[in-house]
């Protein structure tokens, strides 16, 4: 990571990391976050970090989402022990099932929470972006469960690339609107969904889907995903005996990783590792790994690390998989990584397809492309720690991806 020219202080960092003290009154994981957007917004996002506050320690909200997790979405979700991956890479594998939450991925946690606060915020209607289309898909379906209108705004790149999604959003109710500006992908979508929020800041609410944006995105979106990792931590203990060695989760914007590794950050004799989308490449425009080929800069209301070429151009990414194709990264990952509590590396498309192949095949589970990035990571560590206890953070599952199976793995095979 080329994080030389920022001059942090990794050991108090790491401090105030433990003690839990990020993001600060300023909505800063260290030097990074924060809130860079139009005047516009800011009474907007002041607002919604108050809602935040008052909102999500009340018990009565705890209830009423504790009941839509239990009996909508499908919690807790299983932890899986792989007992044929366990023995192929000489390691002890255990898997935490998000593919068996409601809609097929973690996004729905996310959903359901932020959907919840809106309604109690007095929203009258939701507004939310996608690339792949998952997050656009768990919105449209937590604001058809809460009775409210939503709109999604979606690239017209990735409205044809991902036409299955679009069909399913609308027999949930959502109007999806085509995004022609800009690159016409996800980055766009988000700038579209911001400025319809900025219209109406009160009637509308907008559900980002990762752990990106401007305070208090990330904040909020971990705290909402947090339950993957406490779930799993009590289920470690229970089911293994003992915590994982390591946690290891793919990274995209950060949302499954940072809920499955926030409730270990304490835990430090616990390793924790994000595998990013290594695409084709290290080089520039070949990939969509931030944490290990970006530099500091602002992207999308926050300061995180992107990829970005000299004069600050945010690059074009590339990845077979749709929903970690995105220039940046949250803040608060790029925290941990900076202070060394979390590892990072690529893993490229090749043998991320690999190992999505290998799951199907010895555990009977097809892994979302995104998720099988984390499997590729995961076999590369057991191959060198061996005995090594590893948890997998398995976000979603495959079904959604088998047009582009069709056309990599099971090509000439059918
Ligand atoms: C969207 C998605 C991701 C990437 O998003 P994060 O915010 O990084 O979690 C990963 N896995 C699945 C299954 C997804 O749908």
């Not at 990571?1 to 401090?15: F, N, P, V």
């Not at 009941?67 to 899986?80: H, K, N, S, Y």
């Not at 399913?168 to 988000?190: C, H, N, S, Y």
């Not at 752990?211 to 339950?227: D, I, K, L, S, T």
Request: with cysteine; aromatic share 6%; glycine share 12%.
């Amino acid at each position: 990571m080329k994080t030389q020219a920022l001059k942090i202080d990794r050991e108090a960092l790491l401090a105030q990391t433990l003690r839990g003290e990020f993001p600060d009154a300023r909505g800063r994981f260290g030097p990074f976050g924060g809130r860079y957007v139009p005047e516009t917004l800011v009474p907007a996002l002041d607002r919604l970090e108050q809602g935040i506050r008052d909102i999500l320690p009340d018990p009565a909200f705890k209830a009423e989402l504790d009941l839509q997790l239990r009996t909508w979405v499908g919690r807790p979700t299983p932890l899986t022990y792989a007992a044929t991956l366990s023995q192929r890479w000489g390691a002890e594998v255990w898997l935490k099932r998000e593919d068996l939450a409601h809609t097929g991925a973690h996004k729905i946690n996310n959903a359901i929470g932020q959907g919840l606060l809106a309604k109690r915020l007095g929203a009258k209607r939701i507004v939310a972006e996608t690339g792949a289309g998952q997050h656009g898909v768990a919105t449209a379906a937590a604001c058809a469960r809460l009775g409210m209108p939503c709109t999604v705004y979606m690239g017209s790149i990735d409205m044809e690339r991902q036409a299955p999604n679009v069909g399913r959003m609308k027999l949930l109710g959502a109007e999806v609107v085509p995004v022609t500006g800009g690159d016409k992908t996800l980055r766009a979508a988000i700038d579209e969904a911001l400025r319809d929020w900025v219209s109406d800041p009160n009637g509308t609410f907008y559900i980002l889907g990762s752990a990106v944006g401007p305070h208090p995105y990330p904040y909020m979106v971990r705290e909402f995903q947090r339950v993957i990792g406490v779930e799993a931590r009590a289920q470690m203990l229970a089911q293994a005996g003992a915590l994982p060695d390591v946690v290891v989760a793919c990274v995209g914007g950060g949302s499954n990783a940072i809920g499955l590794f926030h409730p270990f950050v304490p835990d430090t004799e616990v390793k924790l590792l994000g595998f990013e989308a290594g695409g084709i490449g290290p080089g520039l425009g070949q990939n969509a790994a931030s944490l290990a080929y970006g530099t500091p800069g602002v992207l999308q209301g926050c300061y995180s690390l992107l990829l970005q070429d000299e004069h600050g151009q945010v690059q074009e990414t590339q990845s077979v998989s749709a929903g970690l194709d995105y220039p940046g990264v949250g803040p608060e990952h790029a925290l941990l990584a900076s202070i060394g509590r979390l590892g990072f590396a690529a893993a490229e498309d090749d043998e991320s397809l690999e190992a999505l192949s290998e799951c199907s095949r010895y555990e009977g589970i097809l892994p979302a492309i995104e998720t099988a990035h984390a499997f590729a990571g995961a076999r590369k560590y057991a191959a060198s720690n061996p005995g090594c206890r590893i948890l997998i953070g398995l976000s979603g599952r495959g079904d959604k991806d088998m047009p582009t199976l069709q056309r990599t793995l099971l090509k000439g095979k059918t």
